[in-house]
């Protein structure tokens, strides 16, 4: 019976923790771009976190409002991890008071 909850805890505990972390997903630098191409989706925003010293880049398909959202950090800058994909994709309508844009 100890070997049953044993193996059904360690079944409930590694996909809880899989669910929270999944393996990363990294290519060479700039090989995210004709995987999101194939998508249609394109580069439409790039910024960087300077805390962790990422350089983040997100493609997006306003068609089907899907994205891919990756990452390049300076410590290994021939790599570029996989920081999202998903779907819905939709800019804020409403604007901050006192931007021109």
């Known amino acids: 019976m100890k070997c049953i909850l044993t193996v059904l805890a360690f079944l409930v505990y590694s996909t809880t923790s899989y669910a929270q972390a999944p393996p990363a997903a990294c ?48 410590a290994n800058p021939e790599v570029e991890c996989l920081s999202s994909v998903g779907l819905g994709f939709s800019p804020v309508v409403n604007k901050v008071k006192g931007t021109e844009s």
């Open 27 to 74: 290519l060479p630098a700039g090989d995210f771009a004709s995987e999101a191409e194939q998508h249609g989706e394109y580069p439409a925003f790039m910024f960087k976190d300077i805390i962790y010293g990422m350089l983040f880049t997100m493609y997006i398909n306003p068609k089907t409002r899907s994205y891919t959202l990756t990452g390049i950090s300076d």
